[in-house]
């Protein structure tokens, strides 16, 4: 059975800081590409960052990729999106997804095959 559960996000002001984390069990997490998404109020879910299961092949969002940094300790099943310099535009449910035993990293939302509940991050003053 796998599972994702995020944990990390809440309430912090514009130009702070936030680290998500993930934790999967399923004992799958170190042969899979994993990814984080987000869903601001009153959009479409789109795509955050993604990482390969090495850690070396990253992707990121154009308007996070110099704030937002995703990484991953296969020792303990985790991956991490560390967030900086956070903007109002950046509130959403965050949400991170396994490409199931898939080394490959993808933007595309159809092909992750297990998600987490989500945690929201909100940015405001």
């Known amino acids: 059975q796998v599972s994702l559960v995020e944990s990390g996000g809440g309430l912090v002001q514009p130009g702070g800081s936030l680290r998500l984390s993930c934790k999967v069990s399923?004992?799958?997490?170190?042969?899979?590409?994993m990814g984080w998404f987000r869903r601001a109020p009153g959009k479409e879910r789109e795509f955050v960052a993604a990482g390969s299961p090495s850690g070396l092949t990253k992707e990121y969002l154009y308007s996070v990729k110099d704030r937002f940094t995703i990484t991953r300790d296969n020792a303990k099943n985790t991956m991490y999106l560390q967030m900086d310099d956070l903007k109002p535009e950046d509130t959403a449910v965050y949400y991170c997804?396994?490409?199931?035993?898939?080394?490959?990293?993808?933007?595309?939302?159809?092909?992750?095959?297990?998600w987490g509940q989500g945690t929201q991050v909100t940015v405001s003053s």
């Open positions: 997804a396994v490409r199931l035993r898939v080394p490959f990293t993808t933007r595309l939302e159809g092909d992750y095959h297990y």
């Open positions: 399923g004992g799958i997490f170190s042969v899979s590409a």
